[in-house]
């Protein structure tokens, strides 16, 4: 078990090490860093002198470790567009990505088992039917188009939300939400179920697939024999034991979710870290790029390992040492 | 069926060795194309997807106007409706955008060039993935461990993160303002890079199933040097799944390229794909210019699942355990 622990520990590191490598390259490879802060007219010697203040004559191990050093203090550099540090800039912007994907997830979650529950017990009728076909959309269709199309319903059609912006926030400490004013609930919908939609229809289909799996077994026949309610047998027997396989995709999908705002975030012009990204992408904002690929491997990872080590508690099989597993 | 009769009908009169029926007969005669026939969603798909390629490829000949040609443009022609609107003209009959550019030429030259993005993307990952699945999974070993832990460490995060990281750098390294040409390079080789694990992994765990078998060995024996047994002889027998993943991953090649366009670092709007379009009709959405991004969006979602659904039917039918 420890060592198990361990192991996948020592993964983690060696993955988080390779990002920082390649966030390391960009930072310092991709274009010239003292271009980015030079003006027209700073003399060669300068340009020389910043050159070495910076470090960048310095061998390209030491760079690194110095890099690396300051990225585990927080230091990201400075930002080319804002001229203000990134950490500071992240931190501004974490709330309310970090709020769009637990709204988008929990949206997810209840609808999609919902559906998912009702398309397993109900399959022929027309309603199930309807969902499949929504499913089948929810995955082929692009999330930027799903996020103009709500945008154009209810939006500009209907006029019952807005479709950009977080609306009124309100500011606790360093954190700033919109879950404590209407217009910054009805701000989360549209982007929300734009961001969500995916996973929904991930776990709606992973529901019922294994949903009718688990009412062909033996102890549900057995529960139906015992005379227990329909009722009882559908919810505390059958879907109990589905949810296991549902809560480990939607915890890996997480990451996909804080990933994938970039795109929602962008069509609703939602001031969180993936609109940040993708302005620093057009306008060759490195450190903020470097910054934005640790930080999303760093939750991946983490995601990781607390799905495996979640794992060996669920299931005690895995706690076995190797050989000795059934 | 009809093959099987003139077949038995012209058979020759005891043959020595059994002669192999041609490829052609073969094809007509596999479960494949019954089974493609008696699915009406595949033939369907297949259909809407041909359509669309060919109007695609046809668009120099049956648009009413070169989009790209900025001399054919004419302000007096901007943001007219479709034709079957009050104010819509002939022959725009989609309706123009602020440019006065015709909305259905410039979606049936948007839809060609994110075609041919989406094919070139495909390809690109597709051979690189199967380069580097055969190299792992021939050779084992370290260069094994190597090429997959990569691909682990990759496929953790989502392939639109990697293009765009992919994209920002190159535009970093070359400066920004880029030809077209440069720039539809970059979108494909950043595709690629974002879509080879898939293949890598199949064809990997394929090759390390034929690596064992008697046709392997004897060309082994016979000398033939290690790139020439992966490429001639292991490779055409790894090829039926790579198939289908390359036709689920030309939609998402396609989408891919579309929302790097979407978000701005795709291609510009000079020469637009269907997600430039997308991006420009966007800001129409709220002074009621709907159809500027109405009918990109739907040539879009058409393509993809069009697509998505060949594939679906593909996967199915190659799939032993389905039938």
């Known amino acids: ?326 | 069926m009809s093959g099987r009769d003139i077949d038995a009908g012209d058979a020759p009169p005891v043959p020595l060795v059994e002669v192999p029926p041609s490829r052609l007969a073969r094809w007509r005669d596999s479960d494949l194309l019954a089974n493609f026939l008696r699915s009406k969603t595949a033939v369907a798909a297949l259909i809407a997807t041909v359509l669309m390629v060919g109007l695609a490829f046809a668009s120099p000949w049956i648009a009413p106007q070169n989009p790209y040609d900025p001399a054919q443009l004419d302000l007096i022609n901007s943001n007219l409706p479709p034709i079957w609107q009050a104010d819509g003209q002939a022959p725009y009959y989609l309706g123009t955008d602020d440019q006065g550019r015709d909305v259905l030429s410039a979606v049936l030259y948007g839809l060609r060039l994110s075609l041919i993005v989406g094919v070139l993307g495909v390809v690109t990952s597709g051979i690189l993935g199967i380069a580097l699945g055969l190299i792992a999974g021939y050779a084992g070993g370290a260069v094994d461990t190597l090429i997959m832990r990569v691909a682990d460490v990759q496929l953790t995060f989502p392939a639109i993160l990697i293009a765009l990281v992919v994209d920002g750098v190159a535009k970093a390294s070359f400066g920004s303002a880029l030809d077209v040409g440069p720039l539809i390079g970059l979108i494909v080789v950043s595709i690629g890079l974002s879509f080879w694990v898939q293949y890598a992994r199949t064809v990997r765990s394929s090759v390390m199933v034929e690596k064992g078998k008697d046709y392997v060995q004897a060309a082994r024996l016979i000398g033939l040097s290690p790139p020439v047994i992966m490429v001639r002889h292991v490779l055409p027998n790894v090829t039926g799944p790579v198939f289908v993943i390359a036709t689920i991953n030309l939609a998402l090649a396609i989408i891919t390229e579309a929302t790097l366009s979407f978000l701005g670092t795709g291609l510009p709007e000079t020469m637009p794909s269907l997600g430039t379009l997308i991006r420009t009709g966007n800001r129409f959405l709220f002074s009621g210019e709907w159809w500027i991004v109405a009918f990109p969006g739907l040539a879009l979602a058409g393509l993809v699942i069009a697509i998505n659904l060949l594939g679906d039917w593909l996967r199915d039918a190659l799939n032993p355990k389905l039938q």
């Not at chain 1, 520990?9 to 990002?19: C, G, K, P």
């Not at chain 1, 271009?35 to 390209?60: F, M, S």
């Not at chain 1, 950009?164 to 919109?178: C, E, F, H, I």
């Not at chain 1, 012009?269 to 302005?279: A, C, E």
Request: aromatic share 10%; hydrophobic share 55%.
């Open chain 1, 1 to 326: 078990m420890l060592a198990f622990l361990l192991r996948r520990v020592i993964q983690a590191a060696a993955v988080l090490a390779v990002v920082g490598l390649i966030a390391f390259a960009m930072f310092r490879f991709a274009g010239d860093p003292v271009n980015q802060i030079v003006g027209p007219d700073t003399t060669v010697a300068e340009r020389a002198q910043i050159r070495t203040d910076l470090g960048l004559d310095d061998p390209v191990l030491v760079q690194f470790v110095r890099y690396a050093g300051n990225v585990v203090r927080g230091r990201f550099g400075i930002s080319y567009q804002f001229r203000q540090p990134v950490s500071q800039l992240l931190a501004e912007r974490m709330p309310a990505t970090l709020e769009l994907a637990f709204c988008a997830t929990v949206f997810a979650l209840v609808v999609g088992i919902l559906m998912g529950v009702y398309c397993a017990l109900f399959r022929d009728s027309w309603l199930a039917g309807l969902f499949q076909a929504v499913s089948l959309i929810g995955i082929s269709l692009p999330t930027f188009l799903i996020g103009i199309l709500l945008i154009y319903l209810f939006s500009v059609t209907l006029g019952w939300l807005p479709s950009y912006g977080r609306g009124d926030t309100v500011r606790l400490g360093w954190w700033t939400t919109g879950f404590l004013t209407a217009s910054g609930l009805k701000a989360l919908i549209l982007p929300s179920v734009t961001l969500g939609l995916f996973q929904m229809t991930l776990i709606m289909r992973l529901v019922r697939a294994e949903m009718l799996e688990v009412l062909r077994t033996d102890y549900i026949r057995f529960a139906r024999a015992r005379g227990l309610t329909t009722r009882a047998v559908h919810l505390r027997h059958a879907l109990k034991n589905t949810l296991v396989p549902v809560i480990t995709i939607a915890g890996l999908q997480l990451g996909s979710v804080i990933a994938f705002s970039i795109i929602t975030e962008t069509v609703f012009q939602w001031p969180g870290m993936g609109l940040l990204f993708v302005q620093a992408v057009q306008n060759v904002d490195i450190p903020i790029m470097s910054a934005y690929l640790l930080l999303v491997a760093l939750i991946f990872v983490t995601i990781n390992l607390v799905v495996d080590i979640l794992y060996t508690v669920v299931d005690p099989r895995l706690r076995l040492p190797a050989g000795r597993t059934a």
